[in-house]
């Protein structure tokens, strides 16, 4: 797989924390910190966890508040992440 999407994103922490039904990641919800849309730094770090086992990633402890900050921040630097692996 060489690209990471706000579907999967959402998939993967709906599995693994859980998500609203009425939270979508999508549209202006894109660009919204995960702390506003209702997940804590533990919730980040368990998607962090299953982003690494599922995609052979690498993704340092600091990315995931640096880096991983909303929806579209996640998908971004997951995506940078693979387009490497992919090569």
Do not use: C, K, W
């Amino acid at each position: 797989m060489s690209t990471f999407d706000a579907i999967e994103l959402r998939e993967i922490m709906a599995a693994s924390v859980g998500v609203e039904d009425d939270v979508h990641f999508d549209g202006a919800n894109l660009d919204v910190p995960f702390s506003d849309l209702g997940f804590d730094s533990l919730a980040l770090l368990e998607l962090a966890g299953q982003l690494q086992r599922r995609y052979g990633v690498q993704i340092p402890d600091e990315a995931i508040t640096e880096e991983m900050s909303s929806p579209r921040a996640a998908v971004d630097y997951v995506n940078s992440l693979l387009v490497p692996a992919a090569a």
